[in-house]
């Protein structure tokens, strides 16, 4: 029998009930058939039904009257559109540069380059800011990157994590129109990485912190915002906690309690939990415990890591001592973003009435998201085969775009706290449910939301550039 190929790939629009299996439920009913399943997105949603555009490889037509017969025979649950879809293939990477000026004859090369370019970089060495009007820096991030933390493949190297930020830059254009472009560091070295981020600072509006291993990237992101005038952000800490706090905000208003009253657990202090915890706190949460392998952090404890003592100092103010397991018992939420199958349904019935269970560990996470659905209200994870992905797409391009257009020189609590609000309401009442908590990455609504809400923030906070972009300079 033939296999399952890319070359005839198929994307379901598919109508389901808002029911916490529809989408387990579609995915096991595709795979039944033999097909690979190879994407899955809720691209819409109301009071009662979901929507949801599933991508799969299929043998041929026949496979693909097999698999819509399948879909429809699910009880609710029909197909409303059947689309073929082209995958390019392409070598030598996934971006390129283009040129947004045209050089038609030689007026136009003298004003793009020699003579007339000797103007416009005078105007920059008398007031270094012009390079925020006059460069790609007005619209343009690095993605720099040592290779140490790559998705869930760990240290493969600079060049290994190449296709990865490739697709950051990608994100960044088409949901931010922000240009970005890869900067693979080989080195580990932490005084390095910050030497060389310090130096290539002058040609970009920001930079982008991806996939480097903690405890360094906390340094490295501290260091950087203190020495530069543009905003560095790492997005392993703070996209996953802008987005986190955003689907919070939205699963609080289905069970109708109150952000300064919930009881919060968090597994995993690394990077991640450390951003999702401060955030949380900025937000206004004020009960939180935070696990890691060895138990809870207990209050006044002393580590040898600082985050770990700030969050000795901040966190666990009943002053708490036990495990994981026991540390949920009566609480509100949990969040996990550490490792797989730490807790189980058991674990979850002992939470509070209405519990929130955010099990983000990828691809395996912290609990069996079916099994806490039986006891949790609210069950969000870090995939694409349940509902409610956490997921950063909605953040960094917004993010990014909002800080560029106010020329923002340095990032905020209240930009992230302003960026999670913005993604929080998208989500209207009428399509609000336990299913569906936060946006699709491919929501057009999201980014600009952001954009004008964290560029707002960081007007407001007064860490932005003095240049105004929009007055023409006569010389």
């Keep these: 029998m033939v296999s399952p190929s890319p070359g005839y790939s198929i994307t379901f629009r598919v109508e389901t009930p808002a029911s916490f299996s529809a989408s387990s439920d579609l995915t096991a009913a595709i795979a039944e058939t033999g097909a690979q399943i190879t994407a899955l997105d809720v691209t819409g949603s109301g009071v009662d039904h979901m929507v949801i555009d599933v991508s799969a490889n299929a ?22 559109l059947v689309s073929d879809r082209t995958f390019v293939i392409h070598s030598g990477g996934k971006i390129e540069t283009t040129s947004k000026v045209q050089l038609r004859n030689r007026e136009d090369l003298s004003r793009a380059y020699t003579p007339g370019v000797a103007r416009v970089c005078n105007a920059i060495a008398e007031n ?13 991030v690095a993605v720099v990157t040592d290779g140490t933390a790559v998705l869930g493949l760990g240290d493969i190297g600079p060049e290994a994590a190449m296709p990865v930020m490739e697709g950051k830059a990608i994100l960044f254009k088409k949901f931010g129109n922000v240009n970005a472009w890869p900067v693979a560091l080989d080195t580990k070295d932490t005084e390095e990485i910050i030497s060389i981020c310090k130096a290539i600072a002058p040609a970009y509006g920001g930079i982008n912190l991806e ?37 919070l905000n939205n699963a609080l208003k289905v069970v109708n309690k109150n952000i300064e009253d919930v009881k919060v657990v968090v597994s995993g202090v690394g990077a991640a939990g450390f951003a999702i915890i401060k955030l949380l706190m900025a937000s206004g949460v004020k009960h939180i415990r935070a696990a890691g392998r060895a138990g809870v952090i207990e209050r006044g404890s002393s580590h040898a890591d600082e985050h770990r003592n700030w969050l000795a100092s901040n966190t666990n103010e009943e002053g708490f001592s036990g495990t994981l397991k026991e540390a949920v018992v009566g609480a509100d939420v949990f969040i996990g973003v550490s490792a797989p199958n730490l807790l189980d349904g058991d674990d979850i019935a002992a939470m509070n009435d209405d519990a929130i269970v955010f099990a983000m560990a990828n691809p395996d996470p912290e609990v069996d998201p079916e099994e806490a659905s039986k006891h949790a209200a609210i069950v969000a994870t870090g995939r694409s085969d349940f509902p ?14 909002g800080m560029l257009d106010a020329g ?9 706290v302003a ?20 946006p699709s990455v491919f929501d057009k609504r999201v980014s600009p939301a952001v954009a004008e809400a964290v560029a707002e923030a960081a007007r407001a906070s007064g860490h932005v550039s003095t240049i105004d972009k929009n007055v023409d300079v006569v010389r």
Excluded: W, Y
Aim: hydrophobic share 40%.
């Design 59 to 80: 043998r041929g037509q026949r496979h693909v009257d097999k698999i819509t017969a399948k879909i429809d025979a699910l009880e609710g649950t029909r197909v409303k």
């Design 128 to 140: 270094k800011e012009n390079a925020r009007r006059f460069t790609i820096k007005a619209n343009t």
């Design 408 to 416: 923002a020189t340095g990032v905020s609590d209240e930009m992230m």
């Design 211 to 247: 996939d480097i291993s903690a405890p360094r990237c906390f340094e490295i992101e501290r260091r950087l915002r203190d020495e530069l005038d543009i905003p560095v952000f790492h997005d392993d800490q703070h996209g996953t906690a802008i987005v986190t706090l955003a689907a």
């Design 388 to 401: 409610n992905q956490i997921n950063n797409v909605l953040v960094f391009p917004g993010f990014f775009r």
């Design 419 to 438: 960026a999670a609000d913005a993604i929080s309401a998208t989500i209207t009442a009428e399509e609000l449910n336990p299913s569906f908590l936060i």
